[in-house]
């Protein structure tokens, strides 16, 4: 369920009235109906927000205690969605408060129970991922963290309009806009408006990216045996900005690999970013991508 905020100010800002009494019906719904699994998505960065204000929100989603938690932060690019035009930005939290929303439901989510997966989820203890987490078999795909088994990414299927799929080592994307989705359906073609194939080299910084963003650690004696290359001299420019890292307590680098600290699980995604080919095409005054935090 996108939750979001359960404020009344922050939901008429974004255009989205959801008060907590129809989430807290339909949340009973669910589990008369029987199902297993119940997640619920915050957003934090949005208009109106305060850390007092956002307390509020996470108390009462504890109330409802939902198995897993998805804590997003509001990416605002109004160049790439117009629709965004229409959230006041002067109402927008600052950069510091947004970092203090996001540190303090952490804090409130972690002492009622809840596991810190990773970036933006939160699991209670006995849910699937949390095992996967302790176990070693956790992914991330598109849409978030998720079950894995085995060392390589599962195949994940995407249907309806701008879904992506990934299938052994292709990426493939439906169309984003609904007329030609459907221009595509009807003429019998499949809806898929670009894909991509994984180079050798796309695999190895994939496994990478991985290994930091889910078990938080990368032994460099894996990486050499599974893609026969020399850790440290294959990211040899990588490693400046990882020192940089490592003084401000992010990672922990040694002879033998680099683990994420605690700290620096809230910045998966910076440390991840060294080893991103893609991410310097990006860059620009308006960038395509969220900011980390």
């Known amino acids: 369920m996108g939750v979001q905020d359960f404020n009344p100010q922050v939901q008429e800002a974004i255009h989205r009235i959801q ?3 129809m989430t ?10 029987g199902f297993e699994g119940l997640n619920f998505d915050l957003i934090y960065g949005l208009p109106h927000q305060s850390v007092e204000s956002f307390e509020k929100t996470v108390r009462e989603v504890i ?3 939902p198995d897993r938690i998805a804590l997003y932060s509001y990416a ?8 965004q035009n229409q959230i006041p930005e002067a109402a927008l939290p600052e950069s510091e408060t947004k970092f203090n929303i996001l540190q303090t ?11 810190y997966i990773g970036m933006d989820h939160f699991a209670k203890p006995t849910d699937e991922l949390s095992l996967a987490l302790q176990s070693g078999n956790l992914h991330r795909n598109f849409m978030g963290y998720t079950v894995q088994h085995g060392n390589l990414p599962s195949d994940l299927y995407g249907f309806g309009v701008s879904a992506i799929s990934g299938l052994q080592g292709q990426f493939a994307q439906n169309w984003r806009k609904l007329s030609q989705y459907y221009e595509a359906i009807e003429a019998g073609r499949i809806a898929t408006m670009r894909g991509y194939e994984l180079s050798a080299e796309d695999r190895l910084r994939q496994a990478v990216i991985l290994a930091i963003l889910c078990p938080g650690k990368i032994s460099y004696t894996d990486i050499q045996q599974r893609f026969g ?3 440290k001299s294959h990211f040899a420019d990588a490693f400046p900005k990882l020192e940089d890292m490592a003084a401000d307590g992010l990672v ?7 683990i994420v600290t605690p700290l620096g699980r809230l910045f998966s995604r910076n440390i991840a970013m060294p080893f991103d080919a893609y991410l310097p095409q990006l860059s620009g005054d308006k960038p395509t991508f969220s900011k980390t935090v």
């Not at 807290?24 to 109906?33: M, S, V």
């Not at 605002?76 to 629709?83: A, D, N, R, Y």
């Not at 922990?252 to 680099?258: C, D, K, P, S, V």
């Open 105 to 115: 439901a952490q804090q409130m989510l972690t002492e009622a129970g809840y596991l």
């Open 19 to 21: 008060p907590l009494d």
């Open 24 to 33: 807290a019906a339909t949340t009973e719904h669910c589990r008369q109906l």
């Open 252 to 258: 922990e680098l040694t002879e033998t690999g680099l």
């Open 76 to 83: 605002h690019v109004p160049w790439l969605s117009p629709h």
């Open 63 to 65: 109330q409802l205690s």
């Open 229 to 231: 290359v020399d850790f």
